[in-house]
Nanobody
Framework: QVQLVESGGGLVQPGGSLRLSCAAFGFTLNYHTIGWFRQAPGKEREGVSCISSTDDRTYSTDYADSVKGRFTISSDNAKNTVYLQMDSLKPEDTAVYYC??????????????????????WGQGTQVTVSS
């Protein structure tokens, strides 16, 4: 029943922007932690960002150092969708991007660190290619 569907990937020039979407089905985002991960060819999957609710009006977010200041994660609970706004894209951002949900609820807790271990539900991924 739990399903995550990524979309929004594509080809973009260096310095450009993309917004990835992660639509969640079978659960509500309010009480779960969502993470964005990416995997480039020949490399290990790495954490990019995460988001979790700390109460009704605030949330906790975290970013990998490599994307800090360029990427922004957000959640639209009405649409049950998490977004990853990617600005100032670099060729090294090229990868398949995945969204994932932690297996267990973590409401009220920080989403950091962004490790793969606690994420048990994964989307199919969306390709992001940054090239001129």
């Amino acid at each position: 029943q739990v399903q995550l569907v990524e979309s929004g990937g594509g080809l973009v020039q260096p310095g450009g922007s993309l917004r990835l979407s992660c639509a969640a089905f079978g659960f509500t985002l309010n009480y779960h932690t969502i993470g964005w991960f990416r995997q480039a060819p020949g490399k290990e999957r790495e954490g990019v960002s995460c988001i979790s609710s700390t109460d009704d009006r605030t949330y906790s977010t975290d970013y990998a150092d490599s994307v800090k200041g360029r990427f922004t994660i957000s959640s639209d609970n009405a649409k049950n969708t998490v977004y990853l706004q990617m600005d100032s894209l670099k060729p090294e951002d090229t990868a398949v991007y995945y969204c994932a949900r932690k297996t267990f609820t973590s409401y009220g807790h920080s989403c950091s660190p962004i490790s793969l271990v606690p994420y048990g539900y994964w989307g199919q991924g969306t390709q992001v290619t940054v090239s001129s």
